[in-house]
């Protein structure tokens, strides 16, 4: 590909929006069902030749969400420079048209400012963000996760701050438990910065926002829902079906260059003859639908109630056109669900 072509979007890309876009909780934004996530894929180890091919193929599609952190990469930080380039090579003309959304709450820097849920953090490094990424403003920050040990007020009275400054539209939380979201619903409500979603990781084999109560409060008051891991790192679809289990209880046949393989964040030790088992068994009602098994897992996230967006990584165009399938799927009937 010449990175020196300029880009011109799809003309079509809004002519599904009665079906691609959900608001987000009772504000005024509407998210796309599916929504990039730039976690991995997107750094400085990855090619910016194919990081470019992706977000073109997204927004050609209609994904106008791409969701970053200020230590997504590899390396930390690289994710956002690649953003920044593709700011100034492809997305300028464009920026109006985009919901970026960044975050900060894990280790970014040495030191005791880099880390966790102060004003002094998430102010530092939302700048930061802000340079890497060449934007004046990002249209939603997060706290990436909940402080324990931080003042619960001051983690949200630099969310107010930072939205009144102009350098964020609107304020998320990602992954805090249930009576913090309570709190922070009240506090910035109170503040005229209402909480406009939460993030959190729900899949068919992890539902521990459901669980919590978190998703019901979420839709009860008006905050959105966007759900991350929704293929589970690789386990909902079709990577591991092939592997057997063997006499010795363990599972062999891991493909070699899987995520799984590599062991950073997903080990070979999780993939258990039970949890096998149970892979094939979700396959066989996808068969049954004439779906993937992960092309059901994002359809059954969007089943559920108040969920606004689902955010997917891609390593390839061939990968997101899959998982925008799952915009169409059929309803789920009660046996299935």
Not at 199 to 226: K, S, T, V, W
Not at 241 to 251: D, H, M, Q
């Amino acid at each position: 590909m010449d990175i020196k072509k300029p880009y011109t979007p799809a003309p079509d890309r809004y002519e599904q929006s009665e079906q691609m876009y959900r608001r987000c909780g009772r504000s005024g934004v509407l998210l796309p069902k599916i929504s990039l996530g730039f976690w991995h894929n997107f750094g400085s180890v990855d090619p910016y030749e194919r990081s470019r091919e992706i977000t073109h193929y997204a927004f050609d599609h209609g994904i106008t969400h791409f969701d970053l952190a200020n230590n997504y990469g590899p390396v930390y930080g690289s994710a956002e420079e690649t953003m920044g380039r593709l700011m100034d090579d492809s997305f300028r003309p464009y920026r109006d048209e985009l919901f970026i959304a960044t975050k900060a709450g894990y280790d970014m820097w040495e030191g005791p400012y880099g880390n966790w849920g102060s004003r002094k953090y998430l102010m530092a490094s939302l700048n930061q963000s802000l340079q890497r990424m060449h934007l004046d403003y990002v249209d939603l920050f997060y706290s990436h996760r909940y402080d324990p040990e931080t003042p619960l007020e001051e983690t949200l009275q630099a969310l107010v701050d930072i939205v009144r400054s102009g350098k964020a539209l609107y304020v998320g939380i990602s992954r805090w438990p249930l009576e913090a979201l309570k709190t922070a619903d009240q506090y910035l409500r109170e503040r005229d910065v209402p909480l406009l979603i939460y993030q959190g990781r729900l899949n068919l084999l992890d539902r521990e926002p459901q669980e919590e109560g978190i998703m019901d409060y979420c839709a009860d008051h008006g905050i959105g829902f966007i759900s991350f891991s929704p293929l589970a790192q690789g386990l909902l679809t079709d990577r591991y079906l092939n592997c057997v289990s063997t006499a010795e209880g363990t599972v062999s046949g891991i493909p070699a260059g899987s995520r799984m393989t590599r062991g950073k964040f997903l080990k070979q030790d999780m993939l258990t003859p039970e949890l096998l088992d149970y892979l094939k068994h979700l396959n066989g009602i996808a068969q049954g639908r004439n779906e993937t098994l992960a092309e059901m897992a994002l359809a059954w996230i969007l089943h559920q109630r108040g969920v606004t967006s689902v955010l997917v990584g891609a390593s390839s165009t061939g990968q997101l056109e899959k998982n925008l399938r799952c915009i169409s799927a059929q309803p789920f009937s009660d046996e299935e669900v």
